[in-house]
């Protein structure tokens, strides 16, 4: 398993991989990702800064994608909550998501797992990583903080649908 930086030409299949994860939401009935979020000009951008990554499984096979982005993150400048340390030197994981043909492999911890210990190992300026997920994503909330640690540190309304709500988790490192 490994990840690595996608590029221009990762982008259909980057964003094969979200519009699959969307899916898998709305069956799901979570009220997360549903309408233009995330959406074409979210995924280009993504691969233009050099934040989207592709999470490949033993055969080279694309299983996910995750996005990494720097600080300053201004989706979190309206989060009811507090940071467990105030800090510039943070990275906020966006827009995780295993195809639907890999679900139930474990791949999303898998994922997260190696994309933390890369940071740990080859970025220790990086003292926090933050994460956001639907209240309704219970699968995702248990991997965040059961599997990886995260503390739930607030909540964002609004900010990628009027009515959506979010928890927001930090994981000081």
């Not at 233009?48 to 990554?53: E, Q, R, S």
């Not at 956001?132 to 995260?150: C, E, P, S, W």
């Not at 009027?162 to 490192?173: L, S």
Request: proline content about 3%; aromatic content about 10%.
């Amino acid at each position: 398993m490994y990840f690595k930086q996608a590029t221009a030409t990762d982008f259909d299949t980057l964003l094969t991989i979200l519009q699959d994860g969307r899916a898998q939401l709305a069956e799901a009935g979570i009220n997360q990702w549903q309408g233009d979020y995330p959406n074409v000009e979210q995924v280009k951008a993504d691969i233009a800064a050099g934040n989207a990554y592709l999470f490949n499984d033993d055969t080279n096979e694309t299983v996910g994608t995750v996005t990494v982005q720097p600080a300053p993150d201004r989706v979190y400048d309206n989060m009811e909550g507090s940071w467990l340390i105030d800090t510039d030197s943070y990275l906020t994981i966006h827009r995780l998501a295993i195809h639907s043909s890999h679900a139930g492999n474990g791949y999303a911890t898998r994922l997260f797992t190696q994309v933390i210990e890369h940071i740990i190992t080859d970025h220790p300026e990086i003292k926090s990583l933050r994460v956001d997920t639907h209240v309704d994503n219970l699968a995702m909330q248990r991997i965040i903080t059961t599997k990886l640690g995260f503390e739930k540190v607030g909540t964002l309304t609004g900010i990628y649908h009027p009515e959506d709500k979010c928890f927001v988790y930090e994981k000081v490192i």
